[in-house]
């Protein structure tokens, strides 16, 4: 991999990793069907569901599927980034408020010690990752360059189709990255750039923010290149363009 035109500023190292991870995941998901989209390796996995068929308490979408949400918690795998919350100087009120949890809840993560309890977290379908991606850009944008008002839960349209989540995806984070790349250096160091209203985002620099979103998108792609290897080696075959499901 040549290294000619490498920008080295910070805006340009994360727009570089950004994109670079973006190839490699348009790589990954040619041929992406409505099966392997919708595919439940396990029993009790999150997905997309019709609303009438939806399993846990928060399911949430503005249309007639919904994405699965379980009651909130704060997940072993998540215990250091609370106590990086804590070590930055916010209270456990706050800590609180941000994962919708209680303050004894807080107190109980930021008191455990050893090793973390094995993550329960379910297991997730291609569908599941990608409307939780979409919703994340779709409200990134809203809450840093949009009007900042519409809950970002409430932004994607669910559909059981994967060659139409994937269009809308992609196009949403063509958005975001067509916005990120005009940021200033003195916005990138701006605390509360971006208002998105779950998570620390309003008590953050945006660079903070920026690090974070490349980081959830670069997570989620590797697990969905692994839920596509094991789709093949259960015996399954690729999609050749994707068949159409009712949305």
Known sequence: MGTDGARTDRLGLLLDQFDQAREMAEVR???LGDEE???????GCWSIRRREEAVTPRAFGPGAWV????????PPSEYAE??????GGMTVAKIAEDWSVSVERVEQVLAHTGAPEPDETPV???AWRLAHLHVEFAGGWEWTFGEQRQDPRLLVDFTPSAGLALERFWRAVDRWRDSIAAVTEGQLDTVGF???????HPDDPFITVLSGANLEFIHHMA???LLRDLWRACGHRFSPAGSEADG
Do not use: F, K, N
């Open 82 to 87: 609370v106590a990086r919350q804590a070590a």
């Open 29 to 31: 998901l040619t041929g």
């Open 223 to 225: 697990e969905i290149a």
């Open 67 to 74: 994405l699965d949400l379980g009651a909130p918690d704060i």
């Open 124 to 126: 997730t379908t291609i």
């Open 194 to 200: 971006s208002q998105y209203p779950y998570g620390s």
């Open 37 to 43: 989209y919708l595919w439940e390796p396990v029993p």
